[in-house]
Nanobody, 125 residues
Framework: QVQLVESGGGLVQAGGSLRLSCAASGSIFSIKSFSINAMGWYRQAPGKQRELVAAIASGESTNYSDSVKGRFTISRDNAKNTVFLQMNSLKPEDTAVYYC??????????????WGQGTQVTVSS
């Protein structure tokens, strides 16, 4: 019902920047009762659990992991159902697979959660 297509990952040196994008599409957006509550980014490093990096709600409020505050900025283009993650001052510990996340609901409060396929971010020291 929803496809999340991520782009922008890659290899960068410590101190560098990357910008991730995630575009959401699918038949669910043609359903009048469906709305996006939040979009965000999670990451998972080898041997570690997936963790929240940043999220932005429909009202534009944002939430960041303490480890990325001041370095990463999340934003969204509501008209295009797209979320961005600007990552500055990257550190080797930011190396992980980054996953786009979309959470929505309908008029009956049924929750919907979707994940992208993941994009690799590697920061070399």
């Amino acid at each position: 019902q929803v496809q999340l297509v991520e782009s922008g990952g890659g290899l960068v040196q410590a101190g560098g920047s990357l910008r991730l994008s995630c575009a959401a599409s699918g038949s669910i957006f043609s359903i009048k009762s469906f709305s996006i509550n939040a979009m965000g980014w999670y990451r998972q490093a080898p041997g570690k659990q997936r963790e929240l990096v940043a999220a932005i709600a429909s009202g534009e409020s944002t939430n960041y992991s303490d480890s990325v505050k001041g370095r990463f900025t999340i934003s969204r283009d509501n008209a295009k159902n797209t979320v961005f993650l600007q990552m500055n001052s990257l550190k080797p510990e930011d190396t992980a697979v980054y996953y786009c996340n979309l959470e929505g609901s309908n008029w009956f409060k049924r929750p919907y959660v979707y994940w992208g396929q993941g994009t690799q971010v590697t920061v070399s020291s």
